[in-house]
C-alpha cells in the first residue's frame, strides 16, 4: 500500500486516525502496531510474517544482550540479521556469479531459488540491527517489552521505506508521548507537501526519465540523455524524500518526532556534504555501526581510505544486488576519498559556483549507474551524453507547458528558496496582521488547496511508481 494512493488517503488512514484517537491511552502503540502490520499485510501475507519471527527473534535476543550485555549475543543477532538479509536479498545475486565463475569449467549450474523480497526488509533489518547495538552499549538495564519492540520495527509510517529510526532516538517517546495540537497540524502539512512532491512531482519526472531511458541510447541524442537522466535526478530526490516528508508527518500526527531524512542535497558544494545532506539516517547508520566501529579516520590514512571504501560498497550493495549499485558506492566512494586526499581544499577556495557544479555532475552521473541496469550499458549512456556531436533536437517532444512548468518547479524546490519565501511571507502576515489565527488560517488553506490538487492528479493518473519500495 503506497502513501500516494486513494485507498491509503480515504480509507486506511482515517480509519486508523478514528480508531486511535478515540482509544484510551495504554491500547494506543496496540492499536498502532495491529494497524502497521495490516498495512504491511497489503503487499502479502508470507511478508508479515517473516516481519513478525523476525521482530520476535530480535527481542529474544535483545532480552538476553540486555541481561548480561555478553558481546556473543549480539554478534549472533547481527549475523542472524545479515543472514536473513542475504537469503531474501542476496542469495540469487551470489548464485549468478558463481555460475559465471564456473562456467568456463563445468556445464553444471546452480539453480536460483525461488524466493521474493520482503518489502522494506533492508530498513526494518538496520533498525533491528540498531536496536541491538544500542541495547548492548547502553550502560543501564532496561525493561524492554515485546509491543514496544515490535512498534519499533513495524511502525507503518518508516517501516517500507524509512527514515533509518534508531532505537535510542525513539524508545522514549514510544513509551511515553502525549497528544499536542501543534504537532498534529505540523505532521500534516508536513505529509501533504511530501505527498505534493511525490505524485505531482516526482511523477511527472518519472514519466519523462522512464520514456527516455526505454528508448534505445544510439536514438535518444546527447540532449535526449542529459534530459533523462536530469528528469531522474529529480525524481529520485522527490520521490525518496516526499516519501520521507510522509513518513515525517505521519509520525508527527501520532506523537513521534522521527528525524530529518533530506537537507537540499543538491545544493552541496562536495560529495562529503552531499553525503550529509543525502538519506541522513543511512548515512548516520553505517557511520556509527560500521565506519566509526572499524576506526573511523582514527587510525592511519590508509586505514581511513579503506574504511571509506568498504561503507560505501556496503551502502551500494545495500541497495540492491547489482553490480551496479555497487559500481555506484564505489564511484562515490572514490570521490570522498580524493575530497580527504586534498581536493577539499581546492573547493573551498574555488568560488562556489564551481565546486557546486563539480558535486551536482558527479552525483548526476552517479545516478545513470543507480538506474541503470548493466555497466557497460550505464557507460554507453554516459558516452552520450558527452557526445555533442550527434545532433540535438531529441529532447523537444516532452518540452509541452506542464512539462516545463514542472521541471521548473522541481529545480526551485531542490534549494530552500521556496521554503524561505513562504516562511517570509508568512512573517510579515503576522506582523500586518494582529489577529493570531489569520496567518495560520492562510496557510492551511494553502496546504489544502494543494491536498485536493494532489488528489485530483492520483485520481486522474494510473502512473505511481515507487524507486525505494524494491530496497
Known amino acids: 500500500m503506497l502513501f500516494s494512493s486513494l485507498v491509503f488517503l480515504f480509507n486506511f488512514l482515517p480509519l486508523l486516525l478514528l480508531t486511535y484517537f478515540i482509544s484510551p491511552r495504554n491500547t494506543k502503540n496496540a492499536i498502532l502496531l495491529l494497524f502497521s502490520l495490516l498495512f504491511y499485510a497489503w503487499g502479502g501475507f508470507s511478508y508479515t510474517l517473516i516481519l513478525i519471527l523476525s521482530v520476535l527473534a530480535?527481542?529474544?535476543?535483545?532480552?538476553k544482550i540486555n541481561e548480561d550485555k555478553n558481546k556473543k549475543w549480539l554478534l549472533f543477532g547481527l549475523v542472524l540479521n545479515v543472514l536473513v538479509l542475504v537469503i531474501f536479498k542476496y542469495l540469487n545475486f551470489f548464485i549468478d556469479n558463481i555460475n559465471v565463475l564456473i562456467d568456463p569449467f563445468s556445464n553444471q549450474r546452480i539453480n536460483n531459488v525461488k524466493i521474493h523480497l520482503p518489502l522494506g526488509i533492508s530498513f526494518f533489518t538496520f533498525q533491528q540491527m540498531s536496536m541491538l547495538w544500542d541495547i548492548y552499549r547502553s550502560k543501564e538495564k532496561t525493561k524492554i517489552r515485546l509491543l514496544d519492540s515490535a512498534l519499533y520495527v513495524s511502525f507503518f509510517p518508516q517501516l517500507i521505506a524509512g527514515p533509518i529510526v534508531r532505537y535510542h532516538d525513539i524508545i522514549d517517546q514510544i513509551k511515553n508521548r502525549v497528544v499536542q495540537i501543534d504537532l498534529i497540524n505540523s505532521g500534516i502539512k508536513r505529509f501533504i507537501y511530501g505527498l505534493f512532491k511525490k505524485v505531482v512531482i516526482a511523477n511527472t519526472?518519472?514519466?519523462?526519465?522512464?520514456?527516455?531511458?526505454?528508448?534505445?541510447?544510439?536514438?535518444?541524442?546527447?540532449?535526449?540523455?542529459?534530459?533523462?537522466?536530469?528528469?531522474?535526478?529529480?525524481?529520485?530526490?522527490?520521490?525518496?524524500?516526499?516519501?520521507?516528508?510522509?513518513?515525517?508527518?505521519?509520525?508527527?500526527?501520532f506523537g513521534f518526532r522521527i528525524l530529518?531524512?533530506?537537507?537540499?542535497?543538491?545544493?552541496s558544494r562536495s560529495i562529503q556534504e552531499f553525503w550529509r545532506r543525502w538519506h541522513i539516517s543511512l548515512s548516520n547508520w553505517f557511520k556509527d555501526y560500521v565506519y566509526i566501529p572499524l576506526g573511523g579516520n582514527r587510525k592511519s590514512k590508509?586505514?581511513?581510505?579503506?574504511?571509506?571504501?568498504?561503507v560505501f560498497l556496503l551502502t551500494g550493495f545495500w541497495h540492491g544486488a547489482t553490480w551496479s549499485f555497487v559500481f555506484w558506492g564505489l564511484f562515490h566512494g572514490f570521490f570522498l576519498i580524493i575530497e580527504r586526499i586534498g581536493?577539499?581544499?581546492?573547493?573551498?577556495?574555488?568560488p562556489s559556483i564551481f565546486s557546486w557544479v563539480y558535486t551536482f555532475l558527479i552525483v548526476v552521473i552517479g545516478w545513470v549507474f543507480f538506474r541503470i541496469e548493466g555497466i557497460e550499458v550505464a557507460f554507453e549512456y554516459v558516452s552520450t551524453m558527452f557526445h555533442f556531436g550527434n545532433g540535438f533536437g531529441h529532447s523537444?517532444?516532452?518540452?509541452?507547458?506542464?512539462?516545463?512548468?514542472?521541471?521548473?518547479?522541481?529545480l526551485f524546490m531542490c534549494s530552500p528558496l521556496i521554503e524561505k519565501y513562504l516562511e517570509k511571507k508568512i512573517k510579515s502576515l503576522q506582523s500586518v496582521i494582529s489577529i493570531e489565527f489569520v496567518p495560520h488560517l492562510v496557510s492551511s488553506i494553502f496546504f489544502l488547496s494543494i491536498f485536493f490538487y494532489t488528489c485530483l492528479v492520483l485520481a486522474t493518473s494510473s502512473y505511481n511508481p515507487f524507486i525505494y519500495f524494491r530496497f
Open 58 to 63: 530480535n527481542w529474544l535476543i535483545s532480552l
Open 260 to 267: 530529518e531524512n533530506f537537507n537540499f542535497p543538491y545544493i
Open 302 to 310: 590508509n586505514r581511513t581510505y579503506f574504511n571509506l571504501i568498504l
Open 343 to 350: 581536493f577539499k581544499k581546492i573547493l573551498d577556495r574555488i
Open 396 to 410: 523537444l517532444i516532452y518540452f509541452n507547458s506542464y512539462n516545463v512548468a514542472i521541471l521548473i518547479l522541481a
Open 205 to 253: 519526472c518519472a514519466q519523462i526519465a522512464d520514456d527516455i531511458m526505454a528508448n534505445n541510447i544510439h536514438s535518444i541524442g546527447w540532449d535526449g540523455a542529459w534530459l533523462g537522466i536530469l528528469a531522474y535526478t529529480f525524481q529520485i530526490f522527490f520521490d525518496f524524500s516526499g516519501y520521507s516528508d510522509m513518513a515525517i508527518g505521519l509520525g508527527r500526527i
